[in-house]
């Protein structure tokens, strides 16, 4: 519990790409018929990704976790045919993982939302019995600032999630 929702603490933080206007149907589109053909890539694009250390690039600035995550793909000669459906696509490398972390901002803001009430008694429970207070000042701190990201939820990124989330569920 304590590291997911640190997790998420750092991803919305971050205020991932914040001057970015909303997403557009044409925006989840392209990305979601470019991740399809990625999905078909199979497991060597999978073992690229599943390599990368997600807690380390979230606690980075936006702009330099995306380029760190680029640069770390790269380097796999598999990513060279994810890139080339990237392009096809019409989309940059980083224009896909923006679209990507928007996406997953907003998931984890409306399951933390849905979940809100037992979170909470969840991360007081915690608190109560984490005897570091140093700790118990950093579980707080990350609590808080999950909040406050939620709140940054781009409202027509999340209208146009719960429109797509059919097509996001069969992907996952």
Not at 96 to 119: L, P, W, Y
Not at 137 to 159: C, F, Q, R
Not at 164 to 170: A, F, G, T
Request: glycine share 4%; charged share 25%; proline share 3%.
């Amino acid at each position: 519990m304590i590291k997911r929702m640190m997790l998420a603490a750092g991803l919305l933080m971050t205020s991932l790409w914040a001057n970015a206007g909303p997403l557009t149907d044409a925006d989840m589109q392209q990305w979601l018929k470019t991740q399809s053909q990625l999905a078909q890539l199979g497991d060597k694009h999978d073992d690229v990704l599943n390599s990368m250390d997600m807690g380390e690039l979230l606690k980075l600035p936006p702009e330099q976790s995306a380029k760190q995550a680029i640069a770390h793909i790269s380097a796999s000669p598999s990513t060279k045919d994810a890139l080339k459906v990237m392009a096809q696509n019409g989309m940059s490398a980083e224009r896909f993982m923006e679209v990507f972390f928007r996406i997953i901002k907003v998931q984890m803001a409306q399951q933390f939302e849905g979940n809100r009430a037992q979170q909470s008694a969840e991360v007081e429970e915690i608190i109560a019995n984490t005897k570091d207070p140093e700790l118990r000042k950093e579980i707080l701190k990350s609590y808080e600032m999950m909040n406050a990201g939620l709140a940054e939820v781009n409202p027509t990124d999340a209208s146009l999630v719960r429109k797509y989330q059919q097509q996001l569920d069969v992907m996952e």
